[in-house]
């Protein structure tokens, strides 16, 4: 076990190095590409800010105004039907747009209902088996001036959807129902 905790340690060091020594035995000045890469990123994230700024006072407004409750009690009542916690539907809905905010309610659903019970396991596994669709979307396709998503937002919502039946299937084989 030490020695992957050794591995894990050094790797980083070791491809910076690696990269490094790529660039001197290519004759690349990798102090200035890095500058100009460095420059370049902190371009793309003052181009995306007004998007991140927009999509977190949205979830922040969701949040605030109940909306969330009211969509948890509307669509709670089809979900328990095929074994998705009502409790986690604003959970879900939030995990389209940040990640970071349903964190936040995932923390909520452990505290009341705890992390090994069906609705916390359902609700771990679901915020690994699923995106941030529409700030995956938004940033990237506006980075990459991107207009016609064609298929994109379906496959996304298909995915997430797959995701989200997995995350019941395997919390209950892990519950025993």
């Given amino acids: ?6 591995i894990t340690d050094l ?3 070791l491809v910076i190095f690696v990269i490094v020594s790529y660039g001197i035995m290519m004759r690349v000045n990798a102090y200035d590409t890095f500058i100009k890469g460095a420059k370049s990123g902190f371009f793309t994230v003052i181009k995306i800010m007004p998007t991140l700024v927009g999509l977190m006072v949205a979830v922040g407004i969701l ?6 409750d009211f969509l948890s009690e509307l669509i709670g009542n089809f979900t328990a039907y095929i074994g998705f916690p009502g409790e986690l539907v ?5 995990k389209m747009f940040s990640s970071s905010a349903a964190t936040g309610l995932l923390l909520d659903a452990f505290k009341e209902y705890g992390t090994d019970s069906y609705i916390g396991l359902v609700a771990s596994i679901s915020m690994s088996c699923t995106e941030t669709i529409f700030y995956t979307m938004s940033v990237y396709f506006m980075t990459a ?3 016609k998503t064609r298929y994109t937002l379906t496959g996304a919502m298909a995915a997430t959807f ?7 299937v395997l919390a209950g ?3 025993g129902i």
């Fill in 1 to 6: 076990m030490k020695f992957f905790l050794y």
């Fill in 11 to 13: 790797i980083v060091p």
């Fill in 63 to 68: 949040r605030a105004s109940g909306f969330l």
């Fill in 90 to 94: 604003p959970l879900t809905v939030v």
């Fill in 145 to 147: 001036k991107v207009t």
């Fill in 162 to 168: 797959a995701g989200l039946a997995a995350s019941v």
């Fill in 173 to 175: 084989l892990m519950a």
